[in-house]
């Protein structure tokens, strides 16, 4: 069974970072990609960043280019997404999810972690 959970929200100051995470199973980690989402209050789910297990290639979404980093630790079965210079505009709640393509092949969804960026 693919789970994934996340972690690490909360709330920050504009400027400020925060780390998530989202934990999966390893066999997920080997044969999907993985990606991050995120929602806003009132707005349409957003692709924000994905990772794939093939050649470690990244995307991320211009709005949080620079920005954001994703990465994995396979040790840990673990990827992260590294969320600096953080902007009220962020606030959102954010969502790990596997699949076979990103963004519409996504198959599996953690329950979302929120963040929110406020001073």
């Known amino acids: 069974q693919v789970q994934l959970v996340e972690s690490g929200g909360g709330l920050v100051q504009p400027g400020g970072s925060l780390r998530l995470s989202c934990e999966v199973s390893r066999f997920t980690l080997d044969y999907y990609a993985i990606g991050w989402f995120r929602q806003a209050p009132g707005k349409e789910r957003e692709g924000v960043s994905s990772?794939?297990?093939?050649?470690?290639?990244?995307y991320y979404a211009h709005s949080v280019k620079g920005r954001f980093t994703i990465s994995r630790d396979n040790a840990k079965n673990t990827v992260y997404l590294q969320m600096n210079s953080l902007k009220p505009e962020d606030t959102a709640v954010y969502y790990c999810?596997?699949?076979?393509?990103?963004?519409?092949?996504?198959?599996?969804w953690g329950k979302g972690t929120p963040v929110t960026v406020s001073s």
């Open positions: 990772i794939d297990t093939s050649d470690n290639s990244t």
């Open positions: 999810a596997a699949g076979t393509g990103f963004p519409y092949g996504m198959e599996y």
